[in-house]
């Protein structure tokens, strides 16, 4: 399972050249990710490509990931990242995040082999709009949401009626700051 891992991050790494070269600079080193009930670890060759590590082996960084930051991770939602544990080499981590945001998988390139460039390439565009048809309505979906529960039956209150709030009880605190200096000054006459 592991090979198989390093295989598939291998593949993503060459379809850009440029990662092997940035990667290759950490030859020898290892990282390992846990993944609660997993734990991976991968050795970086001289040609930037990753090969498995065995479990006893000391890693030079170390990322501790909660299995729920996975789906934000796919979205590269930066908050996520930084709810990552990590320790160790800094320098491999910043690499390993940098890759994790800036490499993508060309899917056209791997359909080409079996459909053929025009049918991969259509397939792909397919895909991306099918992709983004399901976010819009997702958000369009929860804005209506929002829109019901503080329209129609208001169960969530609208920051606006928040911030309202928020100046009127300052500003009551503050009348009674002054009435009590009011008060104080004329029980001392």
């Not at 609660?36 to 065995?54: C, H, I, K, N, W």
């Not at 990552?84 to 056209?108: K, M, P, V």
């Amino acid at each position: 399972m592991f090979s198989l891992s390093a295989a598939t991050l291998n593949h993503l790494l060459s379809q850009s050249g440029w990662a092997l070269a940035r990667l290759a600079k950490f030859s020898g080193k290892t990282a390992r990710f846990n993944i609660a009930p997993f734990s991976f670890a991968y050795t970086v060759l001289d040609d930037g490509t990753l090969r498995a590590a065995e479990k006893e082996v000391n890693a030079d960084a170390s990322c501790n990931i909660s299995p729920s930051l996975l789906p934000l991770l796919a979205l590269k939602d930066e908050r996520a990242f930084a709810q990552i544990q990590t320790s160790g080499d800094a320098a491999l981590l910043a690499e390993i995040f940098y890759l994790s945001r800036n490499l993508r998988w060309d899917a056209a390139e791997d359909l080409s082999r079996v459909t053929g460039d025009i049918a991969a390439e259509r397939l792909v565009l397919l895909a991306d709009t099918a992709q983004q048809q399901i976010r819009d309505s997702a958000r369009n979906f929860s804005e209506a949401l929002a829109e019901y529960w503080t329209e129609e039956r208001p169960l969530v209150a609208k920051s606006a009626h928040i911030n309202s709030f928020v100046q009127q009880v300052d500003a009551l605190r503050d009348d009674v700051a002054r009435l009590e200096q009011r008060i104080n000054r004329l029980s001392k006459k």
